[in-house]
């Protein structure tokens, strides 16, 4: 990452660590509902999938066949920092503008989470709204249609021999709902979270909502490069860095989750 090449000190580079591990810890959703492998270091370059691509080929010849792979997508985004501003951390500034870290987090954050929840074609990546193991069942934003909608999802995962626990993450439009609403002087929020057995997250990538079994083994999230932060360039007052990951996202068994997207929607 090059960082020692960086005019930044140890304690500047603790203060933007922490921004953008705060912003990192908060927004991404994904890692909180399926299974994580890694990191496994820059060079990880694909997944196996444990199956052969046979081609056409000579039938008097050696036969072979082609390993399918999974190859890993690496992001990448450049911020600038002033690099008077950072040095009044040595000063003792407890106000320092990290505006443009903490951005670039956010923009990291939601690019993983796009490719999680609704798939990144260009690197092969079907996202957990897209599949096909369930048909997907609407979801109304009345506290007794949501509880109804939700209900029907646990059934429909138990009657497919999917266990629990579950989680349940929801976009923006159903956070609302479930912040703001009460049945019979109880939360909603806290209602949804006992009938699903399990947690609800938060995702601003998301449109309605996905009830996801976290029994294990189902949804790898496969990490090369974990998040972090390098030193790109620096002049005329200003360090570039910029924050990278590399990852891949693949279903095992996509009867392990179902969408339900917002009526109307």
């Not at 705060?22 to 909180?32: A, E, N, Q, V």
């Not at 007052?237 to 068994?253: A, M, N, P, W, Y």
Request: proline share 4%; net charge negative; with cysteine.
């Amino acid at each position: 990452m090059k960082r020692s090449l960086a005019p930044i000190t140890d304690r500047a580079w603790e203060e933007i660590d922490d921004a953008v591990r705060s912003i990192l810890m908060t927004r991404l959703c994904g890692r909180k509902v399926v299974d994580v492998i890694g990191p496994e270091g820059m060079d990880k370059a694909a997944v196996g999938l444990g199956r052969l691509e046979i081609p056409r080929q000579d039938k008097t010849g050696v036969g072979y066949g082609i390993h399918r792979v999974q190859p890993l997508v690496e992001g990448r985004i450049g911020f600038d920092l002033d690099v008077w501003e950072l040095d009044n951390i040595e000063r003792g500034a407890g106000d320092i503008d990290l505006k443009a870290a903490e951005d670039a987090a956010l923009a990291m954050s939601r690019f993983e989470d796009q490719a999680v929840f609704n798939g990144f074609k260009a690197a092969g990546i079907t996202g957990l709204t897209r599949l096909d193991g369930h048909k997907p069942l609407p979801l109304k934003l009345e506290p007794g249609a949501l509880l109804d909608s939700l209900a029907q999802a646990v059934v429909t995962l138990n009657d497919a021999a999917i266990k629990g626990p579950f989680a349940l993450v929801v976009g923006t439009e159903v956070f609302k709902a479930l912040s703001s609403q009460q049945t019979s002087g109880y939360p909603l929020q806290k209602q949804v979270a006992n009938l699903v057995d399990g947690k609800v997250h938060y995702s601003t990538v998301l449109e309605g909502a996905l009830l996801i079994s976290r029994r294990g083994g189902d949804f790898e999230l496969t990490l090369g490069q974990d998040l972090a932060i390098g030193y790109e360039s620096h002049g005329e007052g200003k360090v570039r860095l910029f924050i990278t990951e590399s990852f891949t996202f693949r279903t095992l068994d996509p009867a392990a989750c179902i969408h339900l997207p917002l009526k109307g929607k």
